[in-house]
């Protein structure tokens, strides 16, 4: 199956979001990018990769923090100098992620890629969600979690996702209204979410 859609992924922790992006990809013989975008962005925006991933779905408004990170010598951009460095982070990936784009159909997980498309007509958002029970097994089960720690892990990190979220987009994070498509990974399985996916990508080309 060939495509000419972006289609980009929010997921909450322990739903498979991942792999279900990593498999629509190659189904439809798409670029990927979801930790490989921090490699992408921090080469263009020449900010070094340890800074993305410190900030990587993250968002930290302490200023303090960005003063003893020395903006400065970061560089990105010239005018942008004056900006708390999660700014500058978030502005670099969102830049990359429309330079990426705008080169043709990928699969993008995370980092409010769906806010940064908005305004592609071709971009399909889906948000990847699953009861909480079977995401604690998930974790603990793929990830390798403890389980005397997987609550808390699982909790932590679907907090950051939606705070980050929250606080870059205008949308909110897990609100059925902020996307396309919503699907329950755990009734639909890995393949069942892709076939989906892969079935209303069918239809948004064919209208």
Not at 148 to 176: C, F, H, M, P, T
Request: aromatic share 12%.
């Amino acid at each position: 199956m060939s495509t000419k859609t972006i289609i980009t992924i929010e997921r909450q922790y322990g739903s498979g979001g991942h792999l279900i992006g990593q498999k629509l990809a190659e189904d439809l013989d798409i670029p990927f990018y979801d930790g490989e975008l921090i490699k992408v962005a921090a080469k263009e925006s020449g900010i070094c990769e340890e800074i993305f991933e410190s900030f990587d779905e993250k968002p930290t408004t302490s200023f303090l923090y960005s003063l003893v990170m020395d903006p400065y010598s970061l560089g990105y951009n010239s005018n942008s100098f004056d900006l708390p460095l999660n700014h500058k982070v978030f502005l670099a990936a969102f830049d990359t992620i429309k330079d990426i784009a705008s080169k043709g159909p990928c699969v993008f997980v995370g980092r409010c890629a769906d806010y940064a498309l908005e305004d592609f007509d071709n971009c399909l958002s889906v948000y990847i969600h699953a009861p909480f029970e079977d995401r604690i097994k998930r974790i603990e089960d793929v990830y390798e979690v403890p389980s005397d720690k997987s609550k808390e892990v699982l909790i932590k990190k679907d907090k950051q996702r939606s705070s980050y979220y929250n606080y870059y987009s205008s949308n909110k994070w897990g609100d059925a209204k902020s996307y396309d498509l919503c699907l329950d990974s755990s009734y639909l399985g890995i393949e069942g979410s892709v076939d989906l996916i892969k079935q209303v990508i069918k239809m948004k080309e064919a209208q």
